[in-house]
């Protein structure tokens, strides 16, 4: 049974920084496609960052390349995404999800099977 579960979301000021944390189980995460989405209210969900199994290739979307990195730590099979310089509009709960693909650019339009619970992240001062 695939679990993925995401961890180290919070509130923050602006110009802060958080490490989210995208735990798996049943699958590993150096042969699958570990993607970050978030959503906010009244919004689309988004995609944030992706990393390849294979190579370890990474995108990010445009609204966070510079900000964020996404990392993964395979001894202990989970991704991470750094996340700097925070702004308010950074607020929404953010889901890891993973697939047995590999990450292209267009990461965002693609269907994974494995989901997340979420975790939310809230920038405000």
């Known amino acids: 049974q695939v679990q993925l579960v995401e961890s180290g979301g919070g509130l923050v000021q602006p110009g802060g920084s958080l490490n989210l944390s995208c735990a798996a189980s049943?699958?590993?995460?150096?042969?699958?496609?570990v993607v970050w989405f978030r959503q906010a209210p009244g919004k689309e969900r988004e995609g944030v960052s992706c990393?390849?199994?294979?190579?370890?290739?990474?995108y990010y979307g445009d609204s966070v390349k510079g900000r964020f990195t996404i990392s993964r730590d395979n001894a202990k099979n989970t991704v991470y995404l750094q996340m700097n310089s925070l702004k308010p509009e950074d607020t929404a709960i953010y889901y890891c999800?993973?697939?047995?693909?590999?990450?292209?650019?267009?990461?965002?339009?693609?269907?994974?099977?494995?989901w997340g619970q979420g975790t939310q992240v809230t920038v405000s001062s």
């Open positions: 990393i390849s199994g294979d190579d370890g290739r990474t």
């Open positions: 049943g699958l590993t995460v150096e042969s699958n496609a």
């Open positions: 999800a993973a697939d047995l693909m590999v990450c292209v650019r267009s990461f965002a339009l693609l269907e994974y099977d494995y």
